[in-house]
């Protein structure tokens, strides 16, 4: 009656495998172990009146069937009908049978052992595993029955199987082994079992990794395992991953989602889940935990690094709970707090939050508390927030800071601010000095900064800054005094001019690198800022050699030299600008004159004029022509005409004037481009006119003002217009009249063409162009004073007033 093995029964079937086992007994099933309904061996056998024995649950089920069906209660193996449905337990016969399963069970466990071997082939292995699983299943004391036979190391060791088969089986059967029980998974614990479990979880498989996901949330339902898992390098990151996952299935992803809900008991594990990008079981701590919990929390958040998008998610989520934490009078809460709101506040939405929830009052008392209150380090830090909150775009003069309802821009808290900087070390003095940079960078708190520092009278304090051996802070002091330069030029070239030497430590600053860094650029944007005209500073600045380095570096930029950077457009506008400082004092500074010569300033400015897409360029560099061209008039050379004879004296009409050749015909004198600066000597003159045609109303008027003086009283106006027809500059001067961009460049249009009207043919042909004829009829009806004067001298040279009519005096 004992059956054999049967390798007929298909091995994908469970059930098929385990029956293989069930079969291979010590001794035969005997007839009385089985239930007549289920023709299988009985667990719970019970005898009816008739003395038929039956499974429980078998007969029961019988007897509902009847009941429903109104049928009459019979016995099912007689079928003769029962008076009664009682039942009376076969308790003999149930431990018999318990028996009899016990020393099978044993010999099919000693089977399972010998199965559960590498070395084994892939169908004995599964046998082995599925009848594990159905052991267990069977009844869940069972599972003390494979921890105490040893098994679970050997079904770990199938892991290692090069069988896809076997290692997805062997992954599942471990989940049935731990399920609800603890002791169970405490062996799991053990040696590297979790770490090799958790490898399945990148592996290309989906099934062993759906299976290692289940097994892994099994073992994470108990409190020792929490740890255990979240020590395996990787495991969390990876979890954290497939909750992502898109190409997951929805049943995997919802139970690494629960895994981590498990391992979130373990702060370890919450600080890993953090730092992988999980952040919401950290924040519910600093929220909701104990005070030593917050501590801890708050610091770690302190050191993560965090996207924009988390940074504002953290801001909306515990920003209160931070500047309620940063509040208490606990250094280390406070030290916590700080740190992880200088991370925070770091982007300028997450900075806004802030600001809405009240942090720059406390912040600014941090700043402003003694320092036996609060070291020095958490100052530096509180002074790197404010920095961080300056940069958003806040209302910062309007939000109360202070008990007499201060803001940040209100003098005495500047004065403050001031005063930290010139009184503290180099690490929070730079800090400060971005506050002021932030603060001065919207122009609605530069102006009360300004004030501040004016009635102050800090701005030699600050320049000092500009020779600080630490770079980042010397960074920061030319930064603010570069935004400061527009409304305070006058007191920075003062100061810059004194004996300390902070002109020439600027002029390094510019000057030192290859590449166009942040700090050069805003060092010549400071230094192109001041007033041009301040004859002081410009002779200075020849005196260090200031504009030969600035024409080298102009040249290297040009030439492509220097690695690009994004700061390289600033820095070259700001040399240009530098460079047209000596434009401005040609007349009365010879050495000017000279260096202008010897680096051929013209043809440079002429060069820059073709730096298309730098408007700023290009206008600066128009301008500086003009002044240039003024000067031509000054500088050219007159020739000298010999005395006539005697002959030449006694009979005048007998003589002849030498013909002098190779002149200028605007400036009457021998001119170049290098010497004389004149605009008639190479390509500039065209370019200029090429510029008329700009997209950029101040680079169009910047050309038109070097255009100008060739018009100019002092030289040969109709060799000027002569000059300008000859490179077809007549009719874009006539456009940029019509066209009236904007009202200075319409002032300047009205006297230029009244210039080019002086020529007769060129009246002739404007006098019947009815749009020139309206725009300087308008001139003359809206103009300022001096512009109506001129438009009715033009429009006299176009006959469109009578000589006799003139309403203003001739001048």
Not at 167 to 188: A, G, H, S
Not at 191 to 216: M, P, Y
Not at 525 to 551: I, K, N, S, W, Y
Request: charged share 25%; with cysteine.
């Amino acid at each position: 009656m004992a059956g054999s093995w049967d390798e007929s029964h298909e091995l994908g079937s469970q059930s098929d495998d385990s029956f293989q086992y069930e079969r291979q007994h010590i001794e035969p099933i005997y007839d009385a172990f089985i239930c007549p309904l289920t023709k299988q061996i009985m667990r719970d056998p019970v005898t009816l009146e008739n003395g038929q024995t039956f499974e429980r649950e078998a007969i029961e089920n019988w007897f509902n069937e009847c009941k429903e069906n109104n049928r009459k209660l019979i016995c099912p193996l007689t079928l003769k009908e029962l008076k009664t449905t009682d039942m009376n337990p076969s308790i003999a016969l149930r431990n018999t049978i318990e028996e009899w399963n016990a020393r099978n069970e044993a010999v099919q466990l000693d089977m399972a052992r010998k199965s559960l071997n590498i070395g084994c082939p892939e169908t004995d292995i599964l046998r082995a595993l599925r009848f594990v699983q159905d052991l267990c299943k069977r009844n869940l004391s069972n599972k003390h029955i494979i921890r105490n036979a040893d098994l679970i190391p050997m079904i770990v060791d199938m892991l290692k199987s090069s069988s896809r088969r076997v290692r997805c089986t062997t992954l599942k059967t471990l989940r049935v082994v731990v399920e609800d029980d603890d002791d169970n998974k405490e062996i799991m614990a053990e040696g590297d079992n979790v770490r090799t479990i958790v490898k399945f979880l990148s592996h290309e498989q989906s099934k062993e990794r759906e299976e290692a996901v289940s097994l892994l949330f099994e073992l994470s339902k108990s409190e020792a395992m929490v740890e255990k898992i979240g020590s395996v390098n990787g495991a969390i990151l990876i979890l954290v991953g497939m909750t992502s996952s898109k190409s997951e299935n929805v049943s995997t992803v919802e139970k690494a989602d629960k895994i981590l809900e498990n391992l979130e008991n373990n702060e370890n594990n919450v600080r890993q889940m953090a730092e992988n990008g999980r952040l919401q079981p950290l924040l519910t701590l600093l929220l909701e935990g104990s005070p030593e919990l917050k501590l801890s929390m708050a610091s770690y958040l302190g050191e993560l690094a965090l996207s924009n998008d988390v940074k504002v998610y953290v801001a909306t989520s515990v920003g209160p709970a931070l500047i309620n934490l940063m509040k208490t009078t606990n250094i280390q809460s406070r030290e916590a707090a700080l740190k992880a709101l200088n991370q925070v506040s770091s982007c300028e939405p997450s900075a806004k939050i802030l600001v809405d929830q009240g942090i720059l009052s406390p912040l600014v008392q941090h700043l402003f508390t003694s320092q036996s209150q609060l070291p020095m380090r958490l100052k530096e830090i509180s002074a790197t927030i404010l920095a961080n909150i300056v940069a958003s775009d806040s209302d910062f003069d309007s939000i109360a800071v202070g008990p007499n309802h201060q803001t940040l821009v209100s003098e005495d808290i500047i004065h403050n601010l001031l005063h930290l900087i010139s009184n503290t070390g180099p690490a929070i003095e730079c800090k400060l000095l971005h506050v002021l940079v932030g603060l001065t960078n919207s122009p609605v708190t530069l102006i009360s900064v300004v004030s501040a520092i004016k009635s102050s009278g800090a701005i030699n304090s600050l320049v000092q800054f500009i020779e600080a051996p630490q770079q980042d802070l010397r960074l920061a002091s030319i930064k603010l005094l570069h935004n400061l330069s527009p409304n305070m030029g006058q007191e920075l070239a003062s100061s810059l001019r004194g004996a300390a030497g902070q002109l020439g430590g600027l002029i390094k600053v510019i000057s030192e690198n290859i590449a166009s860094t942040e700090e050069q650029a805003a060092a010549v944007g400071l230094l192109a800022d001041l007033p041009e005209r301040d004859m002081g500073l410009t002779r200075q600045m020849l005196d260090e050699g200031a504009f030969e380095m600035v024409v080298s570096r102009i040249k290297m930029i040009r030439q492509g030299e220097p690695r690009r950077s994004r700061f390289v457009t600033p820095y070259l506008e700001g040399l240009v600008r530098v460079l047209s400082r000596l434009t401005f004092v040609l007349t009365e500074e010879p050495k000017a004159v000279s260096l202008c010569r010897e680096h051929d300033l013209a043809g440079l400015f002429v060069d820059l004029l073709q730096v298309n897409g730098l408007d700023n360029v290009q206008m600066v560099s128009a301008f500086s022509l003009e002044n240039l061209s003024q000067e031509s008039k000054n500088l050219t050379q007159l020739p000298e005409i010999p005395p006539p004879g005697y002959c030449g004296v006694m009979f005048p009409c007998f003589s002849k004037q030498p013909v002098m050749t190779g002149l200028c015909r605007v400036h009457r004198g021998a001119c170049s481009r290098r010497d004389t600066f004149c605009l008639l000597e190479g390509p500039g003159l065209a370019r200029l006119v090429a510029l008329l045609d700009h997209t950029n109303e101040l680079v169009i008027e910047a050309a038109l003002a070097a255009l100008s003086t060739l018009l100019d009283d002092g030289v040969n106006i109709e060799q000027g217009v002569a000059a300008l027809c000859e490179c077809e500059g007549i009719k874009p001067i006539l456009d940029v009249l019509v066209e009236k961009k904007t009202d200075n460049l319409w002032r300047r249009a009205v006297w230029v063409v009244e210039r080019l009207l002086r020529t007769e043919d060129i009246a002739y042909e404007v006098s019947g162009d009815p749009n020139v004829s309206t725009a300087l009829v308008q001139a003359f009806q809206h103009g300022d004073y001096r512009t109506r004067q001129i438009a009715e001298r033009a429009l006299k040279h176009v006959d469109k007033i009578p000589n006799f009519s003139g309403i203003f005096p001739n001048t």
